[in-house]
């Protein structure tokens, strides 16, 4: 056998326990996680049906004028173009960026000192969850519709109190203030979201070591002391995840003015998401409302990327 012969007939010899370890490797992994894959695997065609798919279409129909009942001609660009000849298009940017932007001036902090008020108290604390969790329970399309009551012009109950108060009542939802619409519906969304942000608050300020406050206390260090330099700073991070959590969530407002507003007056709550909506079920131009859907998209794409990375950057830290 001359030396080639031999180096041939050696080889299915060295490959084979290789292979017959990573296939036994595999067995063994099978058998130990197989009831866990098992039970994921209707959430995840699931998951995939109702979710990954129907984005994927989406994306699809952005590029075509789309027909409901024959075929859908592609039509590229053609779908973006036209939603930047719009003029509600602006506008329903400007709105929902303006959302946004009220919404962490008014919603971001309410939850950060509400749990910082009640991590404070000494009694009561249970009382004080629960009451301000209560909200998170309601349905939001409940929570629009009271508020919309309560800020109903002839019957409402804050005009009711403001002239019970011998002060002018007003228009709210209806103004022609600039902004006011806007914030009216900002007020709903911080009332109803306050409790479930605060209660993570919580959770965090549970994790601050105790030797801390109990050697600022010893050292005379006043409330506002202690919150200033050992509690903001111990939950930083949680409030820096927050945040972008935070201004996903602003960014998909829909319910809100679809219910309180319908995105009047004069389209002064007419946001991306109800645009997005008149497009599709009210005008039936899927492929504008795909492609304005998938503008939204990219943009909380990034969002969602800015979130893993920090906390990805948070865990490294320990």
Partial sequence: MNRTEAKSSSMPSVRSPSRRGRRGNLRRAWRRYRAGVLFLLPAL??????????IFKGFVISFQKYNIIGESEFVGLANFERLLKHDLFYRAWGNTLLFVALGLAVGYFVPVGLAIAINEMRHLRSFFRVSYYLPAVLPLVVTAILWKGIYNVDSGLLNYLLNRFHLPPGSWLQSSIPGMPIFCLVLMATWKGA???MVIYLAALQGIPEALYEAAEIDGASILQRIRNITLPQILPVMLIVLILQIIGTFQVLVEPLVMTQGGPNNATL???????NYAF???WMGEASAMSMMLFLILLGLTLAYFRITRRFEAEG
Avoid at 271 to 277: A, G, N
Wanted: no cysteine; hydrophobic share 55%.
């Fill in 195 to 197: 409790g479930a942000t």
């Fill in 271 to 277: 946001t991306v998401l109800l645009q997005v909506y």
């Fill in 45 to 54: 065609v699931l998951f995939l049906y109702f979710s990954w798919i129907p």
């Fill in 282 to 284: 009210k005008y039936f």
